[in-house]
């Protein structure tokens, strides 16, 4: 009965190579959110979908690449990884898209690791 | 200067004592403020919202102050287990972006027995 659900939790993979990280959400939540945390720990905004459009979308490669099935699902595929991709990626999702009622709550993370 | 500004720590406090952290942020059209709790290698996770006549929530308060723009969480009578680093939020709510929340660095609070 987990919230925020995302796999894998640890991804070890080569430069070069494509992934992705699957996210899901049984809260009824309309938006859903990648967040990256960087080794220092920054935790900093990448997509946002609502109901499954695109309404945020930072400066990210294109090689990032958001896709939202259904409301309840955001994947994240990567293409041609490089090293400074190595992070924790987060998976969040929230009811609305504003507010002090529209906290997030975040999944438990992908431990990504280029080498 | 940052959107969203944390002093990084460590505060190392004794069990029982009271810490306060402070946060500050730079656009003055902000509408939502949060405090978030981070434990090492986990997801954030809500701690409490803040509004502007603050609020409490057991051994935490939290304070929003708009002209000087910035928010305080007070912990009283720290426990072991409230070690963690705690993340300053704030939702700009600028340019018709929606709910895209800034967060702090964080700041690193350690209790010691």
């Known amino acids: 009965d987990t919230a925020v659900s995302q796999t894998p939790k640890y991804l070890v993979t080569q430069m070069g190579n494509d992934k992705s990280i699957k996210c899901e959400q049984n809260?009824?939540?309309?938006?859903m959110y990648w967040y990256k945390q960087d080794s220092k720990k920054f935790l900093k905004i990448m997509f946002s979908y609502n109901n499954k459009e695109l309404i945020i979308n930072e400066t990210v490669p294109n090689r990032f690449s958001p896709k939202s099935p259904d409301k309840a699902h955001l994947n994240l595929h990567i293409n041609s990884l490089e090293l400074g991709d190595s992070a924790v990626y987060f998976c969040a999702s929230s009811q609305g898209t504003g507010g002090t009622n529209s906290p997030l709550h975040f999944g438990n993370g992908t431990r990504l690791t280029v080498t | 200067r940052k959107e969203v500004e944390q002093d990084p720590g460590p505060f190392n406090v004794p069990e029982g004592a009271t810490v306060a952290f402070n946060c500050t942020y730079s656009?003055?059209?902000?509408?939502?403020f949060f405090w978030y709790r981070q434990d090492c290698r986990k997801e954030p996770k809500l701690l409490m919202s803040v509004y502007s006549s603050g609020n409490e929530d057991g051994r935490f308060t939290a304070q929003l102050n708009r002209a000087s723009q910035y928010i305080s969480l007070l912990i009283r009578d720290s426990k072991l287990s409230d070690s963690a680093t705690y993340l300053c939020v704030v939702n700009p709510s600028y340019g018709g972006a929606t709910n895209k929340l800034i967060f702090g660095t964080g700041t690193l609070l350690a209790v010691q027995p």
């Open positions: 656009n003055s059209a902000s509408q939502s």
């Open positions: 809260l009824g939540h309309d938006t």
